[in-house]
């Protein structure tokens, strides 16, 4: 490891590494919508009781249909589904219903959601607290239920070889990763 030379630049660089999800909602009309949301961190309540922490900016619909109905699913982006969460990206519900790109879509096991058929990680969620800070709403959300890919096989919630689950990783570009470097305590005396 060698000591690295940096710059100040100012604020107006906000990359933050981000794991990438899509976030599917119901419309009011009782149609679903989704959008690829990366503002995505996790806390934990006591115990077992972990809460996505989530950030959307402004009024689109996904935030308008939390907002409204308390509930959502969380969808892991694989990188097999760059095309649609590009797609889900770059429009806007309320420009019309996003029916350009074909996807399979069921309804969670635990909460009344949509998900997303190629996900191989979805997170059931519930809403329990909201926090509003300017034009953002960061919503903290109970997880109800997770959905795994059968083939993964995960001794426990720490052993997840994320090689196996391709997530993409978004910097305001979109990236894969590399390797299982080792777990906790693998580096250290
Ligand atoms: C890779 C990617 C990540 C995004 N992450 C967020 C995010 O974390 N929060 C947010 O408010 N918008 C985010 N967006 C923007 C919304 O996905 C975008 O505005 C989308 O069109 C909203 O769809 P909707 O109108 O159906 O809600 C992201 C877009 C992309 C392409």
Redesign the pocket.
Known sequence: MKDVKRKSVGTHFSMCV?P?FIVGTNNEDGTY????????SVTNEKENDYLLV?????T????QNVIRTGVLSVNLVSTDMLGL??Y???????DGI?DGISYDVSRGDVIDVPILDASRWIYECEVVKSVELGE?TTFFCRIRNIQIDEQLECMDTFDVNLTKLEPVI?SGM?HSIGKLLGKIGDFSE
């Open positions: 981000q990438a919508n989704f959008a690829p949301i990366t503002w995505v989530i950030s959307m900016f402004g689109k619909r996904t935030k969460m590009d889900f990206g770059t429009h806007h519900a309320n996003k953002s978004y979109y």
